[in-house]
């Protein structure tokens, strides 16, 4: 099977099934819920970190990069999950953080304690520069009392690595091929576009540092030392690299096959369409014109110049994408079906991330005590100082923290969802009438299955080119897919209300092919309708 035919679902350990009552998600839980998968028909699953870690950043803070973190389980238990995945069909990609490691990992530590060789794995300064961290205040934080400061682009127990160092190359190239020898082929790279830093770090006060380290040409040629020395190695790996504020042109450069960095990329940017002027902690409504524009730009051109999109609506970063592109109160299945037609039908791979089957929706918390995230909390604050009362901040705080998608995964109605007999490590959201239980074979997981079985059943979905269509429509995302004689229409109404539209040249007797409705009328959209028309 190929890498366009494949289908990739993201499990976060911490908040997917916890099988010994501590409360945390385990890969015992995982193995346990294959068969589930393995019917919903995904192809690979990815992992987010189970390391050894002081969990500030949820694991993102690896503490020891070839070990098993005691609360997710140990090596028996790895091993029994890769091999039941193998029976069914099932295979892991990890997660791999080589942009930073936690201030507890002993590289830090002797780099603190005075060892030289390890301090130049880090990136110390005598002067901090202006740069902002991506979770609130400075990138800089002192080193230690030798009067000099370490770059953390994340969380100040996140310290970023120097991979102008040699040494700290072949280090990571280790972990990586570690893993590779338990069996795994599968890698996501975590902020991988960051890791090549300028020589010499300039302020830069407008973009509070951004452009001296983010997509610089130098990150190119780690990815393809990366590749050299590990995952291009094997024949099947798939790579996914999480790309920050990144470029169409980076991206399509990370991904041509040729070059031999990367099998696909995650941007973001259809994920700020509902920030206000580029600010997360705000709350605004989408902005669909938006949207539609650069999910036509991403396709269109990844496709013109050979790269290929990870295509994704949700993960352990982001509020559930039903509480912000659907009017969910009203429309949820329809929204749901919606949403999931309009990234499966579409150029690139498709993730979906653990509920998104079900419909799982934003836990709705009524205190901020409840969530957890660092980032969250650091919102909160600098909310409130910047003038916002209580109620203010918690209002954006719920509607944008990332503990909204890291809830634990409903699996029925009893206590906690079904998710432990322990106490939940975050609590588990209101809406537990949405779980596996009941909704397993419910309209939105049967159109997820379908959407699976077409892309591996016809080539227009996995292969076909893309182009927009209807590109002035006020509510409506449409695209075209070609793949020889075929052609595809696939058109989404993102609004809550019914849409009239002029059928496009080509389409007049396209018989329908996908459809989220019982029925079809032509050139109208039910709300959130999706319908794919397909002409010979
Ligand atoms: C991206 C990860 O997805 C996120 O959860 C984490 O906080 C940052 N990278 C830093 O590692």
Known sequence: ??????????????????????????????????????????????????????????????SDYMNIDPVFGDFEDFDQMIARGKELGIEFMLDMV????STEHEWFKKALAGDKYYQDFFILRDQPTDWRSKFGGSAWAPFGDTGKYYLHLYDVTQADLNWRNKNVRQEL???????????????????????????????????EGKFEYTDKPITHEYLQMLNRETFGQDENAITVGEMSSTTIENS??????????LSMVFNFHHLKTDYKDGNKWTKAPFDFQKLKHLFHEWGEKMGQGGGWNANFWNNHDQPRALNRFVDVKNFRVKGATMLAASIHLSRG???IYMGEEIGMIDPDYDSIADYKDVEARNAYEMLIKQGKSEEEAFDIVSIKSRDNSRT????????????TRGEPW???????????????????????????????????????????????AEHIYAF?????????????????????????????????FVNNYGSYESETLAPYQSVALLAK
């Not at 995982?30 to 995904?42: H, M």
């Not at 972990?175 to 790279?189: A, E, M, T």
């Not at 399509?252 to 960095?261: A, C, H």
């Open 1 to 62: 099977m190929t890498l366009s035919e494949k289908v990739i679902y993201q499990i976060y350990p911490k908040s997917f099934l916890d099988t010994t009552g501590n409360g945390i998600g385990d890969l015992r839980g995982v193995t346990e819920k294959l068969p589930y998968l393995a019917e919903l028909g995904i192809d690979m699953i990815w992992l987010n970190p189970f390391y050894p870690s002081p969990q500030k950043d949820n694991g993102y803070d690896i």
């Open 98 to 101: 080589l942009n930073h490691v």
């Open 173 to 207: 190239f280790k972990v990586v091929n570690f893993w590779r020898s338990k069996g795994i082929s599968g890698f996501r790279f975590d902020v991988i576009n960051v890791i090549g830093k300028d020589k010499i770090l300039k302020n830069n006060p407008e973009f």
């Open 252 to 261: 399509i450069l990370y991904t041509q096959p040729e070059r031999k960095e």
């Open 349 to 351: 791979t498709p993730f």
């Open 408 to 419: 634990p995964m409903q699996w029925d109605n009893s206590t906690n969802a079904g998710f």
């Open 426 to 472: 975050l609590k588990v959201g209101k809406h537990t009438d949405i779980n596996v239980k009941k909704d397993k074979d419910g309209e939105i997981y049967k159109f997820y299955k379908k959407m699976i079985d077409l892309r591996k059943s016809e080539k227009i979905i996995s292969e076909g080119s893309y182009k927009p269509a209807l590109e002035d």
């Open 480 to 512: 075209v897919r070609e793949y020889g004689e075929q052609r595809l229409l696939v058109l989404n109404n993102f609004a809550n209300h019914s849409v009239n539209f002029k059928i496009p040249q080509g389409f007049e007797k396209a018989e329908v």
